[in-house]
C-alpha cells in the first residue's frame, strides 16, 4: 500500500525511514519532503505551508494512499486532518479542535486548570501595558509565551523583570514571532529542574505512552543562549522511571484527554508533554499535537515493532488493544545531535553544500536524519536552520553518544554548529 507523510523535516525523514520498513508498504510518499526523504522515500513537490490541503487532498486520492501522517504543528493547528476526513481519506493526526492544545498557549493552559494538570502558575495577557506592569510586580522569575505557533521559538526564559519586560515587547510590540501569535500572552512562574519530553498515542481515552525522551531546547552546550526547535535529544531519558512515567500518565494525560472527550474535541494522534521535573512533582510545560522533532528520530531508531501498525490502531481506535509489552524496542539507547546552519536561531544563509554525508553514514549503527536539506545540482544543499540529525544506537547511552558525534565529525558545511554534550545530563548527573 501507499503511504502519504506532509511535512520536509527530520521528523518526517524519521517517519518516512520507519513506515517504508513495514512489510505491509509499497511507497512512502513525502510532500514537499527533503534530500534525505527523497532517498527513503517519493517526494512530491506540494508544499502544505501554504495550506494547500486540495492539491494534497488530489494527490492523495490518485495515488490512493492508505493512510496520510502529518508531521508539523502548522496544517494540524489550520485544520488539515478535517479536511482529509471530509474528503472520505483516513489520516493520522488530531482535528483542528484537538490541535488548539499545542497551537494555542492560552486554550492549553486554561485546559490544564481546568481539567487540575499540575502546571505553572500563570496569568493571560492581552495589552503589553499590564503584561508588563504585572512583571513588574513579581518577586521571582518568569517565563513569557506568545500564544500562536512560531516554530518553538516564542517561549522566552528570563531571568529577571528587565528580560520579561523585553520579552513582552518583543512579541506583542516588535511582532518579532508573528502578528497572530504575538496577540495574547501568557505569562508563568518559571519552574526549576530538569525537563522530560513524554510522548503517547492517544485514540479517544486510550493512551499508549511511548518511552521518555529528553530534549536539548537551548542553541549552545549548558543549556546557554534562546531556545530553538531542539538541538538533539535521547532515548531512553533515565530520569523517566517506571513510576515515575506511570505518575505522569496518571496525573497529565488520563485527565487532558478525558476533558477533551468530555470538551467534545476528543484527541486522535500523538500527544506530546514536555514536562519539568521540579522539587515539587512533574509540571507541564506545554502541549505538542504531534510527533516531537528531534524526539523522534532516536525514538524510531529504537522502535522494532511496525510503526504503521500502531497508526493504524489509533485511527481505527483499537488502541486499547494494544498493550505497551506489545511494543517491542530495542533495549539500546539512541542518541540524536542536531546540526544547525550558522546563525541560528537567528538569521542563517542556505544554499551551503554539505560534505561527508556518505562518510558520516558509514559509522555503525548510524543513521543521518535530513532536516533542512534539498537537493540542487545533484548535491545536497543547506535549506533550513536545523539541517540534519545524526542519530546512533549504542549498548550504553556514552557508546551511542561516541558514534553519533563521530559521524558528526566527518560532516563539513560552511558555518555549521551544534551541541557537544547531547545526553550529558543522563551521563553526569550532577552536571
Not at 203 to 223: C, E, M, N, Y
Not at 280 to 303: H, K, Y
Request: aromatic share 6%; net charge neutral; hydrophobic share 40%.
Amino acid at each position: 500500500m501507499n503511504l502519504l507523510v506532509i511535512g520536509k523535516g527530520g521528523r518526517e525523514h524519521a517517519l518516512v525511514w520507519k513506515l517504508k520498513q513495514s512489510r505491509r508498504v509499497e511507497n512512502v510518499f513525502c510532500a514537499p519532503g527533503n534530500a534525505g526523504t527523497g532517498v527513503d522515500g517519493i517526494n512530491v513537490p506540494i508544499d502544505y505551508t501554504v495550506n494547500d490541503f486540495d492539491r494534497l487532498i488530489h494527490f492523495a486520492k490518485k495515488e490512493e494512499i492508505y493512510l496520510t501522517i502529518v508531521g508539523p504543528e502548522d496544517p494540524l493547528a489550520a485544520g488539515i486532518v478535517d479536511a482529509f476526513q471530509k474528503a472520505g481519506l483516513r489520516v493520522f493526526g488530531p482535528s483542528k479542535a484537538a490541535a488548539r492544545i499545542e497551537g494555542s498557549k492560552v486554550f492549553a493552559k486554561n485546559l490544564m486548570r481546568n481539567a487540575d494538570v499540575p502546571t505553572a502558575e500563570f496569568k493571560i495577557f492581552d495589552h503589553p501595558d499590564p503584561a508588563k506592569y504585572w512583571v513588574e510586580s513579581r518577586e521571582y522569575p518568569v517565563v513569557v509565551k506568545a500564544d500562536g505557533l512560531a516554530a518553538g521559538k516564542a517561549v522566552i526564559v528570563c531571568k529577571n523583570n528587565e528580560d520579561a519586560r523585553k520579552a513582552v515587547e518583543r512579541i506583542m510590540i516588535r511582532d518579532e514571532f508573528g502578528q497572530k501569535a504575538g496577540r495574547q500572552i501568557v505569562i508563568e512562574k518559571r519552574l526549576d529542574g530538569e525537563e522530560l519530553s513524554v510522548l503517547a498515542l492517544v485514540s479517544g481515552r486510550a493512551i499508549l505512552p511511548l518511552p521518555p525522551t529528553q530534549d536539548h531546547k537551548a542553541v549552545f552546550d549548558g543549556d546557554q543562549g534562546p531556545n530553538t526547535g531542539g538541538m538533539g535529544a535521547y532515548c531512553p531519558a533515565p530520569k523517566g522511571t517506571p513510576e515515575l512515567m506511570a505518575k505522569i500518565e496518571e496525573e497529565v494525560f488520563v485527565p487532558v484527554v478525558h476533558a477533551m472527550k468530555r470538551g467534545r474535541f476528543p484527541f486522535k494522534g500523538l500527544l506530546y508533554g514536555g514536562i519539568m521535573l521540579t522539587s515539587q512533582g512533574p509540571r507541564v510545560l506545554e502541549f505538542n499535537a504531534r510527533f516531537g522533532d528531534p524526539e523522534t528520530q532516536p525514538l524510531l531508531m529504537r522502535l522494532k515493532s511496525d510503526l504503521l501498525d500502531l497508526l493504524d490502531a489509533v485511527v481505527d481506535e483499537k488502541l486499547s488493544e494494544i498493550g505497551e509489552s506489545a511494543v517491542v524496542w530495542d533495549p539500546r539507547p539512541s542518541v540524536c545531535v542536531v546540526i544547525c546552519s550558522g546563525g541560528y536561531p537567528g538569521k542563517y544563509d542556505v544554499g551551503k553544500v554539505i560534505m561527508g554525508l556518505d562518510e558520516a553514514a558509514k559509522v555503525p549503527d548510524v543513521k543521518v536524519f535530513h532536516a533542512g536539506t534539498k537537493l540542487e545540482g545533484g548535491r545536497v544543499v543547506t535549506d533550513g536552520g536545523r539541517v540534519l540529525g545524526v542519530t546512533a544506537l549504542g549498548d550504553t547511552l556514552a557508546a551511542a553518544k561516541k558514534s553519533a558525534y563521530e559521524a558528526v565529525s566527518k560532516i563539513k558545511f560552511p558555518g555549521m554548529h551544534f551541541r557537544t554534550d547531547i545526553g550529558d545530563r543522563a551521563l553526569k548527573p550532577s552536571i
